[in-house]
């Protein structure tokens, strides 16, 4: 509760000692001080910032900062938010209205929910909170007086945290007290100062994201607290300062991006653009590519970031295929929208597309997709036959970074010093800053020499590696001096100390340190769909197959969870950054290939075509291709046909085919399964430049069994034609001549 002399109102603390409330609650300026729920004192307050216009849309907000700490404990950062559609979102406010009075001096929360109708107030910056029920006058006074400065928040996600979008203002008269209005954060955050003070006390810039949009959004692109040291190399977590492609961002990409100046300067601040040149589309669709570390994930955030300063509305698109796209064409705001790991999800890709890229969208939308490589799949994906944007749009390398050792070094540097900062924050015990000069010393300087120090993600690694080693942080036995391999070495830290508290019922033998690193590696490799799923799938890891380890899978299922941050449809999350998890995936899949074998042949679905996209890409590191390969023949020659296809279905989706080819290669020559083959065949698409050479060689061995089993002519006649066409886009073409000779013959043979 805000005091003001003899008036109060509501307030929320964002941070520390700063408190947001509304204006016009400040009679007094000189006696202002907050109350918390649970203390009976009260902290005085200065005021450091304030704004009060009358009129329906004049501002009513205020800055507060308190004589002291509002919390003994950090409290989580605030998110920002901002209604971007003409859809009503689900919206709820906290305060103390009068009508909620407790008697004397009590303080008593106050909860008031209902839904924000973005049009209604729009055309005088105000949003509407409309419940379902109003409140009586309150021994003659206005029943919601005392709500005003409480925190608006709006989200469109059950179960993730709403924004907050506004500061109450009031309670409009004519409505019977069913209604309250707040000034929009968009507003507060339109002024420099509000914005310094907040990220001066909160540690945060003032970013608005789409609250509309929030079920459309990727949980994990929220950063949660860092909990390991591979947390702080999450692209979330942006705990490097961004450097070096500021040529691609600010020439290239965000020219993509924004409206013409022109056009731009035509647009109020919170109006859609009404015009467009007739040479170009509304929707735009653009691809990056880039080995993993290169910075695609983090590049895309910046540029998120920097539009979002700018007006517009982002998101990184949710990985759940299952919830409807539709809403997206109902954004009043420029729109950006990124989708990570594109190659694996085309069918949503061309969802996407069919909700924004057509005549009833009315403002710029721009569709940023990221993936290793373009290949089979980009083709394919771009000839969509509803999508423009998709057919036209642009392959972007993002291209190695550092490319010299004063980059490097320098990147170096700069890394250092903000991994330090962070790490004070995390371990105060330990003066991270006074590590730096030894550390950057010619003779601490690591070579940087190798060619992965190309990508930021290596050299931010080294740079992490050596604060945490000067610290004395035991490495695991078999030191590697793989960057990750080192890394894994803090992790496992990370891991036996969630793992060993009593709570947790992990202390036991099934459950140490070898289990733990196992089960890490089953969550890198695949989702599991439900609690259920999960314990399933631990039930393969050593020892705990039987009843009585029961306790232990819950157990470790619950810790697999909480460890790293869980995407949607999933029970657990993986390691991240993905070079970190698929070195750590490699490292055991190598010692325990039957173990990983096993596990893949249990696996259907969409959790088995994420494990082989996952192997595809962990089979590019030299230690681990060979391994690898071999459990990819091994289980598809066990489970073929469920894996076969799921195999062919993910080489069709991957940069990364040879492994998935060469375990299909050798399912074609091994089985005797005809129907398998010609299911295979089927799938397979018309034209593929990946696949061809398999292709070629699946229909030499369908027509080499209708050759020697006895004939089906009609079947006979099909292979042949696929066989034909196969060794024509080889440039096979006497072969291919060859094979639709005999297809002709065999259907005139059938036409007799």
Not at 478 to 490: D, I, K, N, S
Request: glycine letters at 8%; proline letters at 7%.
């Amino acid at each position: 509760m805000v005091r003001s002399g003899e008036a109060r109102g509501s307030g929320y603390v964002l941070g520390g000692r700063l408190v947001l409330t509304a204006a016009h609650v400040l009679k007094d300026r000189g006696r202002v001080s907050v109350q918390l729920p649970g203390h009976a004192g009260r902290v005085p307050c200065r005021v450091v910032w304030q704004r009060l216009e009358d009129g329906p849309q004049g501002w009513d907000a205020a800055l507060l900062l308190a004589g002291e700490d509002l919390s003994d404990r950090p409290l989580p950062g605030v998110r920002w938010g901002r209604l971007v559609t003409v859809q009503a979102c689900p919206a709820q406010c906290l305060g103390y209205p009068v009508v909620g009075q407790a008697g004397a001096d009590a303080v008593s929360l106050v909860q008031a929910d209902g839904r924000v109708l973005p049009e209604s107030g729009r055309d005088r910056d105000r949003y509407v909170l409309v419940g379902e029920a109003g409140a009586e006058l309150y021994q003659g006074a206005a029943p919601w007086g005392g709500m005003s400065g409480a925190a608006l928040w709006c989200g469109s996600a059950s179960g993730m945290a709403p924004l907050l979008t506004g500061v109450v203002a009031g309670d409009p008269p004519g409505w019977n007290h069913t209604r309250l209005e707040a000034m929009p954060a968009y507003v507060l955050a339109s002024d420099p100062v509000v914005r310094e003070l907040i990220e001066e006390h909160t540690g945060r810039a003032m970013l608005l994201e789409p609250a509309d949009l929030q079920h459309l959004a990727d949980r994990t692109a929220i950063p949660r607290p860092p909990r390991s040291p591979a947390d702080l190399l999450r692209p979330e977590q942006a705990t490097v300062s961004f450097m070096g492609r500021e040529d691609l961002l600010e020439k290239d990409l965000t020219p993509w991006c924004e409206l013409p100046s022109s056009q731009a300067q035509s647009a109020p601040h919170d109006e859609p653009a009404s015009a467009w040149d007739w040479g170009q589309s509304l929707v735009q669709a653009r691809l990056l590519t880039g080995p993993g570390g290169a910075g695609k994930t983090r590049l895309a955030a910046e540029l998120a970031t920097r539009l979002t300063s700018r007006g517009w509305a982002a998101i990184r698109l949710t990985t759940d295929t299952r919830v409807p796209l539709d809403v997206l064409s109902q954004v009043r705001r420029p729109l950006l929208i990124v989708v990570d790991y594109a190659e694996t999800r085309v069918p949503q890709l061309h969802a996407l597309l069919e909700a924004v890229d057509h005549d009833q969208v009315t403002s710029p939308v721009r569709v940023l997709a990221l993936a290793r490589a373009a290949g089979d799949w980009w083709t394919r994906a771009t000839e969509h036959p509803h999508s423009q944007a998709l057919a036209t749009a642009p392959v972007t390398p993002v291209p190695a970074l550092h490319h010299t050792s004063q980059d490097r070094t320098a990147a170096y540097r700069q890394a250092l010093g903000d991994f330090s900062t962070r790490l004070r924050r995390l371990f105060p015990a330990t003066d991270w800053a006074a590590l730096l000069p030894a550390l950057t010393t010619v003779d601490a300087m690591p070579a940087l020499a190798g060619a992965e120090f190309d990508t930021p993600l290596s050299v931010q690694m080294a740079a992490l590696l050596a604060l945490l080693d000067t610290t004395g942080t035991p490495q695991t036995p078999g030191r590697t001096t793989a960057l990750e391999g080192r890394l894994l070495g803090h992790e496992r830290k990370y891991w036996d100390e969630t793992a060993n508290s009593p709570e947790r019922g992990l202390t036991g033998e099934r459950s140490g340190t070898e289990t733990r690193a196992l089960a890490v590696a089953l969550a890198c490799l695949a989702p599991a769909t439900d609690r259920d799923h999960a314990r399933a799938l631990l039930a393969q890891l050593p020892g705990l197959a039987d009843d009585s380890a029961a306790a232990v899978r819950g157990a470790l299922a619950t810790w697999l969870a909480d460890l790293y941050p869980t995407p949607a449809g999933s029970v657990w999350g993986s390691l991240q950054p993905d070079r970190i998890a698929e070195y750590h995936l490699g490292t055991q899949l190598s010692r325990e290939p039957a173990l990983f074998t096993r596990i893949l042949t249990t696996l259907t679905g969409a959790p088995a075509e994420q494990a082989l996209t996952v192997l595809a890409r962990t089979a590019q590191h030299p230690h681990h291709h060979n391994a690898i390969n071999g459990i990819l023949r091994d289980a598809l020659t066990t489970a073929p046909t469920v894996l076969g296809p799921a195999a062919l279905t993910t080489a069709t989706r991957t940069a990364h085919t040879s492994p998935l080819i060469d375990a299909l290669t050798h399912l074609t020559r091994a089985t005797q399964d005809i129907t398998l083959l010609h299911h295979l065949s089927d799938q397979l698409p018309e034209s593929t430049l990946a696949l061809s050479e398999w292709a070629a060689d699946l229909s030499t061995a369908l027509v080499e069994h209708h050759d020697t089993h006895e004939p089906s002519l009609p079947d006979l006649a099909m292979s042949l034609n696929n066989q034909s066409n196969r060794l024509a886009d080889l440039g096979r073409r006497e072969e291919a001549l060859t094979a639709i000779t005999r297809a002709v013959d065999t259907y005139q043979t059938l036409a007799k």
